[in-house]
Each structure stands twice: as C-alpha cells, then as structure tokens.
Nanobody, 126 residues
Framework: QVQLVESGGASAQTGGSLRLSCAVS????????MGWFRQVSGDEREGVAS???????TYAESVKGRFTISKDNTENTLYLQMNDLKPEDTAMYYC????????????????????WGQGTQVTVSS
C-alpha cells in the first residue's frame, strides 16, 4: 500500500527557510511524477512544484527562484526547500504521487495525482 508522510512544517519568519520532506513507502516504481501542493483553509489547492523521474521540474510563478523540489531516490523521499519565505506562503502543504504517468512531464494539476499525504503546516509571520 502506497503511503506518503510529510514532515518539516513549522513556523518561520519572513525571509527565513524551511525544508519539507515527504517519505514514500509501498512504491518502487521506476517511472513517476511527484508534486507539492498547498492549501489555505477555504481556498482551492494550489500546485507549487513538481518533478518527474528524469529530474525535469516545474514551479508555480509565485515560488520560482525561492523554492526547489528534489527527490532522493535511495531514500525514496521528496523534498521542498523553501527560501525567502513570505507570509503568503502560509498554508498546509501536501505531497502527491502519480505512479506510472501516461506522459513523463511534471504537473501542477491536482487531477494528475493518485496518492496524497496528510499535510504539514507552514506558517510564516512578518
């Protein structure tokens, strides 16, 4: 059974940094697409960053140059390095996985993904 477990959410000051982790278990797929999403209560879930097997990435405009998505395949863990944090980055952050995607391209659409973690809260204060 595939499980995704996020960690690393915390409170931070504007301009600070955090690194989120997403441990993947129950999957050894050689072809996948993974993403980070965020959601503020009452709002729609927003795609933040995505990465696929060959390392191709894509980012939302709001985080380009500040956030970096990466995956450690030996540890089967997805990361999101968040630098220069802003109050508008405050949200619940979720990781997501698409096993054996039909096209190997990163995606910021939540419709693309089959598996989701439970979320980790990031709060940025000014």
């Amino acid at each position: 059974q595939v499980q995704l477990v996020e960690s690393g959410g915390a409170s931070a000051q504007t301009g600070g940094s955090l690194r989120l982790s997403c441990a993947v278990s129950g999957s050894t797929a050689s072809r996948w697409c993974m993403g980070w999403f965020r959601q503020v209560s009452g709002d729609e879930r927003e795609g933040v960053a995505s990465i696929v097997t060959n390392g191709t990435t894509t980012y939302a405009e709001s985080v380009k140059g500040r956030f970096t998505i990466s995956k450690d395949n030996t540890e089967n863990t997805l990361y999101l390095q968040m630098n220069d944090l802003k109050p508008e980055d405050t949200a619940m952050y979720y990781c997501a996985l698409d096993l054996d995607p039909s096209t190997l391209a990163p995606s910021l659409s939540e419709l693309h993904y089959n598996y989701w973690g439970q979320g980790t809260q990031v709060t940025v204060s000014s």
